[in-house]
């Protein structure tokens, strides 16, 4: 039997896009849209907190888990989507046509992120991959000017690439298993008592595949090459959406896929483990040093991304190598994924608000903005200091979190790793606060913000704030969240 | 027996050709042509796995569909085509597809892959339709599918209409 | 005797020259010829293992046909950006598209 009830935010999202579109054609104040495609999202997550706490439960045949994992991931892209719709009102206003179809695309992205955290079988996870991905392409080159669709077209066929990776690793776990649920993967893996690499190279080749194709999504190296490019190219709004929501969606399909079906024995877990630990200290020390001589805020936020996949795949690794009751890994990472949506997403906002004003991406054109916009170059400051990993905010906390975890674990060496990129990416991340509160201005004219963007802005250095001061509360969320798979 | 592998390596040699050439040739025009040959080949392929449906489906939507919106796109783009030339990266590309297929041959090869010796379900058409939309079946995926294409065919028009 | 290795090498050789051709090439359409021929490569994979792992469930078969609305979708996007780019700068190579580095 179909419960549909618990199919009711993706429900709601998918209704909200399409009166979204239709609503585009009738209505001369475009206005409305937003406030629509927010009212969207508030219903679709009310429906989520709805479902919160209760028990794990499948539905479409074991396909779609409603678990509190799932849930977690569809409130965190929910706000996420909220944020950056938000975000992009003055932006989008200045287009001519296709508003409509913007936040359209932003929603059924948000859906496909939805759907991927949720879907416990190859076919659905694929095909939810594709919903959020082909959504995040257009967005990509709405601008239609030569940097935005250049942008687009390298984030396409660098993605389509990945895919089909992703997919010849998909045929050879169902080769090998004969299964597509990641339940019924487990399973089988389990049933066949394997003994090492050597035993199924098929299956090893397949997870490093799949490694491989998640991999894109989540910008670790050495897949990242799209990211600085793209993250210059596309609309602001969307290199924030980008940056975090796409990352998170594919890490919760990763711990998803790689701990429900490749989690036993142990010394598989073990095997991506390893994996995921060696691409986080490769990604870590590339994004930091090659984040130094950036000049562009955009190219330089996309390197420091790079980076921050490499923190959290520590924590993917620490998954791989705890036992797997163990909840710890799990909710630090969704702590640390949680802290760095709001973060990534406070500072593309404050970079909206200024890039509007000062029509430049430059770092150099940034100084001076602690005398020309004081709260924006604060809210700024505070989004940079959380990405070093500074008390008081959130993202001191998340690297606490997680390094602890990994040295509970026997990676005392990628913690190492770890800590010396921290100190070096506070350099590039002070330059810039250094460059707003101490260079001259460029003129004294002060920046403006439209109320949208202060609201933005203002949620989310809030949940920074938050999230670093009494990061106790999120944690039991994340706990719980980390407890509930359904398979 | 016998004539399926007959079939299986005709079928197989003229599509590794077909599939050389489009990656090989100079002109992106032939490269095309060549990739319908390829599309083909692989619909064969379907038969001899006894896949009848699939082997319609791929000519429809590749054979049909895909091959016609390429060879519209190459022709709309025409007058700025300069040939199939191939970037710096040759050599290194080169190198990274030997070393993939050797791994992944390896692999293949090299493990015991659960062959059952039931023979194949025939016809496979109503088979694929229970397994689509019934209950217990992917109707998850049907579902996600026309949201996909949704959202292609309102990025495709956003992206070519004109600002 | 033609079984499942068969299938198996022949899509790891279609999928090596997609590979390839994805890696090597410049121009944008022959590129995404290319990743064609890869998900093609991936379905021979999927229909063979449906055949002889589980003959009579064909859940490889029902993968393929997503793979396909997908591949079906992801073209039409991808010619369209490229219609787009050919607009603006009237070309279409993925190299000479230098404004930002590759």
């Known amino acids: 039997m179909l419960n549909l009830e618990l199919f009711t935010p993706e429900l709601t999202l998918a209704a909200t896009a399409i009166v979204v579109i239709l609503l585009d054609l009738v209505i001369p104040r475009k206005g409305w849209l937003v406030v629509v495609s927010l009212a969207g999202v508030v219903v679709a997550a009310g429906f989520t907190i709805a479902m919160w706490g209760g028990s794990s439960q499948a539905i479409f045949n074991n396909m779609l888990a409603v678990d509190n994992f799932a849930l977690f991931f569809k409130l965190l892209f929910l706000a996420i989507a909220a944020l950056v719709i938000l975000a992009s009102v003055d932006y989008v206003s200045k287009f001519s046509r296709f508003q409509g179809e913007y936040y359209a695309l932003v929603l059924l992205s948000a859906l496909g992120m939805m759907l991927m955290a949720a879907t416990a079988e190859l076919i659905s996870i694929y095909i939810a991959l594709e919903l959020a991905s082909i959504s995040l392409y257009v967005l990509v080159g709405f601008l239609k000017d030569p940097k935005s669709t250049e942008a687009s077209l390298k984030y ?4 389509a690439v990945a895919s089909a990776v992703l997919l010849f690793g998909m045929a050879l776990v169902f080769g ?43 910008a670790a190296i050495p897949f990242h090459m799209w990211v600085p490019d793209v993250y210059e190219g596309a609309p602001t709004p969307i290199t924030a959406y980008l940056s975090v929501a796409s990352k998170a969606a594919g890490f919760a399909i990763i711990l998803r896929v790689f701990y429900s079906a490749f989690g036993l024995p142990s010394w598989l877990s073990l095997d991506w483990g390893f994996i995921f630990a060696v691409l986080a200290a490769i990604g870590m020390t590339l994004g930091n040093v090659i984040a130094i001589p950036q000049t562009n805020i955009k190219r330089m936020l996309g390197y420091s991304s790079i980076a921050q996949a490499g923190y959290l795949m520590v924590g993917l690794a620490v998954v791989g190598f705890s036992p797997a009751a163990e909840v710890v890994g799990r909710s630090s990472l969704l702590f640390f994924l949680a802290s760095y949506a709001l973060t990534n997403l406070g500072a593309f906002t404050a970079i909206i608000a200024i890039s509007n004003k000062v029509d430049s991406d430059l770092i150099q054109d940034y100084s001076g903005m602690g005398r020309r916009a004081p709260l924006l170059a604060l809210a700024l400051t505070l989004c940079l200091i959380s990405l070093i990993g500074m008390p008081p905010a959130a993202g001191f906390m998340a690297k606490f979190y997680i390094f602890s975890g990994a040295v509970q674990h026997g990676l005392l060496w990628l913690v190492v790793i770890a800590v010396i990129n921290s100190v070096i990416s506070a350099y590039y991340y002070l330059r810039v606060v250094k460059v707003m509160w101490l260079g001259e201005p460029a003129s004294e004219e002060k920046v403006p913000s439209s109320g949208a963007l202060r609201l933005a802005l ?25 407890k509930m798979f359904a398979f | 027996m016998i004539g399926l592998d007959i079939a299986f390596w005709i079928l197989a040699v003229v599509g590794v050709i077909a599939a050389l050439a489009v990656v090989l040739l100079g002109d992106v025009f032939r490269a095309a042509l060549s990739l319908v040959l390829c599309f083909l080949t692989v619909a064969g392929i379907y038969i001899t796995l006894s896949a009848d449906f699939l082997a319609a489906v791929q000519i429809l939507i590749y054979v049909g569909a895909i091959s016609v919106l390429i060879i519209l796109a190459i022709m709309l783009t025409r007058d700025v085509q300069r040939g199939s030339p191939s ?34 379900l025939e016809p496979t058409t109503p088979a694929i339709a229970r397994l689509l939309f019934s209950e217990g079946g992917f109707i998850l995926p049907v579902e996600i599918a026309p949201i996909l294409l949704l959202a292609a065919i309102i990025g495709a028009i956003v992206l070519v209409r004109e600002k | 005797m033609v079984g499942l290795e068969h299938y198996l090498i022949l899509s790891a050789v279609l999928f090596s020259i997609g590979l390839y051709g994805a890696l090597a090439k410049r121009n944008a359409i022959v590129i995404l010829m290319s990743i064609e021929l890869m998900l093609n490569a991936v379905n021979i994979a999927m229909v063979a293992f449906s055949r002889y792992i589980v003959p009579l469930l064909l859940t490889g078969q029902v993968f393929v046909i997503f793979i396909m609305v997908v591949a079906a979708a992801e073209v039409a996007v991808g010619l369209a950006i490229i219609i787009a780019i050919y607009r603006h700068r009237e070309t279409i190579d993925a190299t000479k598209i230098d404004l930002m580095k590759w």
């Open chain 1, 156 to 159: 396409l066929l660098l993605g």
């Open chain 1, 176 to 218: 090998f298993t004969g299964q597509t649920q990641l339940g019924e993967i487990a399973q089988a893996i389990q049933g066949l008592s394997l003994s090492g690499v050597l035993d199924s190279p098929g299956l090893i080749l397949g997870m490093v595949l799949m490694v491989a194709g998640f991999g894109f999504k989540i």
């Open chain 2, 87 to 120: 970037n710096r990266l040759r050599l290194p590309a080169f190198l990274v597809a030997i070393l993939f297929f050797g791994g992944v041959a390896y692999a293949l090869l090299n493990t015991t892959w659960q062959v059952s010796s039931t023979p194949p």
């Open chain 1, 458 to 482: 203002s949620l989310s250095c809030l949940g920074v704030l938050l999230l670093g001061v009494i990061p106790g509360y999120i944690m039991k969320l994340a706990e719980m969240a980390a």
